[in-house]
């Protein structure tokens, strides 16, 4: 070391300490306030715009900086965009503070990114504190080739006291990029509302590529509507790639295509827990016609062994507002398919679905898909329709009760994949309720259907499916022909204790020496 010091001495360095290299970049806490008198839309990438600790700030902003803007309108703008970035930025926390919004405040862009333009922060909160406007839309215009990326989490929340009735309403617009490294979450908190058959809660999704790495969630204290409408007017394919889904109170999905350009929309669910969506699957519709646009469905969880997707879809009443109606479509949810991950699904009576595929590569408990019960009931079992079925490798868990069970019908083909492996059938019955269910029929053999499909073009048998059974219970499966619909059955019953095989054994062995005498 002593040697190191000489060399950097003789050559005129100055050896500075080793920890100072490691000291962390300091944060800023920057400072901006607009107001019905400030020069709009505000750039939000100029450093000159804030002050630091009451003073101009004259440095530079980076992901180190973080940002908070208060906005108090007393008068509605009379521009539509609010704040802008005109060049890329990468800061820390964003946060706009609203503490009020005049009358008449209908509409507004929050931040608009043009270009090819990127605006990372760490997380992007909007805190919503009061507004004299029952239901303003707060948006992000995001403009082709242009991007807007929270490597953390966004959070918008509305803790307004009202006396009038209330809409909580976010919108992502154009056709830019939004991308959420942690969760997405609108909280609607407010304050004693009367009750209006438009309070609600929404989120608007426009933009072509929407994708929340966490939880994206859509909540209100005031048990009413929670609405994601997750595709614009326009014709093409919207993806919405989630780390799930959680909306247990009043779920409305909006399918946004109009009657002439229907569209589609790719939820990808990559999923590392638990999460939830009960409510209603809608379309626009223009006078009784129901625009014709579909949402398909892929489970790909990150973490196979722990992300499940629950989808309980219920019937609603309808939604009607200026911009348009939306109605119950029981047709509209096309492709389900489940490579990675557990999905569960449910549908209300007369709904079906497109086809179901069972995608899983590797271990069958990877790619597991279970019918369940619609709506907010609590009941595990549910039927399930879909025109078409097929599998390369994955299991189908069935829930069982003594006069009811999990089933999944099938209009058309059931097929397997090239290659594929016996898919598993999961049965979700003990051995001491299957024994009280035997005892109760006074019978040795329960019967359970699972699923039916056309028998005509179908290529599976008896032979492309395996059970999975609790401890005590053996069974076999079997498959039956009527009418042009094979029906396929899990046959169970309980394992012979040890004394009964025993005696079985004995039993046979007695018949075998009667049997030698005779000779």
């Not at 009657?259 to 827990?273: D, L, M, Q, R």
């Not at 969880?301 to 939604?319: L, S, V, Y």
């Not at 299991?395 to 290659?419: P, R």
Request: negative net charge.
């Amino acid at each position: 070391m002593k040697y190191l010091l000489k060399c950097f001495s003789r050559c005129g360095y100055f050896l500075a300490p080793l920890w100072f290299w490691a000291l962390p970049a300091q944060a800023a806490d920057l400072e901006g306030a607009l107001t019905s008198g400030s020069a709009l839309p505000a750039d939000i990438s100029v450093p000159s715009s804030y002050t630091l600790n009451g003073e101009p700030y004259a440095g530079e902003i980076d992901s180190h900086t973080n940002i908070s803007i208060n906005c108090s309108f007393s008068e509605v703008p009379s521009a539509y965009i609010i704040t802008r970035a005109s060049a890329s930025l990468s800061a820390g926390n964003l946060t706009y503070d609203i503490s009020y919004l005049p009358a008449n405040f209908w509409d507004k862009n929050l931040l608009e990114i043009s270009g090819s333009q990127t605006v990372s922060v760490e997380n992007l909160t909007v805190n919503l504190r009061d507004t004299k406007t029952s239901q303003p839309i707060l948006g992000f215009q995001i403009e082709s080739g242009a991007t807007l990326e929270t490597r953390g989490d966004f959070l918008f929340s509305d803790t307004r006291s009202s006396t009038n009735w209330y809409m909580t309403r976010v919108a992502f617009r154009g056709s830019g990029n939004v991308k959420v490294g942690g969760d997405f979450i609108i909280d609607s908190q407010v304050s004693n509302p009367p009750a209006h058959n438009l309070d609600s809660a929404s989120l608007y999704v426009d933009t072509r590529t929407f994708a929340v790495d966490g939880v994206l969630t859509v909540r209100n204290s005031n048990g009413d509507n929670n609405i994601f409408q997750v595709s614009p007017s326009s014709a093409g394919t919207f993806t919405r790639t989630l780390g799930g889904l959680q909306i247990t109170q009043k779920g409305m999905i909006h399918l946004g295509g109009s009657v002439a350009t229907a569209n589609t929309t790719e939820f990808i669910f990559t999923n590392s827990g638990t999460s939830e969506y009960i409510g209603g699957l809608l379309t626009k519709d223009s006078d009784g016609e129901l625009a014709d646009n579909k949402l398909n469905v892929r489970m790909t969880a990150n973490d196979t062994a722990n992300g499940r997707q629950i989808m309980k879809f219920t019937p609603t009443q309808g939604w009607s507002l200026s911009s348009g109606d939306f109605s119950d479509s029981p047709n509209a949810l096309n492709e389900v398919e489940v490579s990675g991950g557990r999905l569960d699904l449910g549908m209300y009576d007369g709904m079906k679905g497109g086809s179901l595929m069972i995608m899983g590569y590797n271990n069958p408990s990877e790619a597991v898909f279970s019918a369940t019960g619609a709506g907010v009931s609590g009941s595990e079992i549910g039927r399930v329709e879909f025109d078409s079925m097929s599998f390369y490798r994955g299991t189908v868990v069935f829930d069982l009760a003594e006069t009811d069970g999990d089933f999944i019908k099938v209009n058309g083909a059931m097929t397997k994949i090239t290659g594929a492996s016996p898919l598993v059938l999961e049965m979700n019955v003990s051995a001491y309720d299957l024994q009280a269910w035997l005892e109760a029929s006074e019978s040795d053999e329960w019967s359970a259907n699972l699923m039916s499909f056309a028998t005509d073009g179908s290529n599976v048998s008896a032979d492309d499916f395996t059970l999975k059974l609790q401890d005590g219970i053996m069974g076999k499966i079997t498959v039956s022909e009527l009418d042009g619909v094979s029906t396929l059955t899990a046959n169970l019953s309980l394992v012979p204790e040890p004394a009964e095989v025993a005696a079985i054994l004995g039993a046979f062995a007695l018949l075998l020496v009667a049997r030698r005498r005779r000779g």
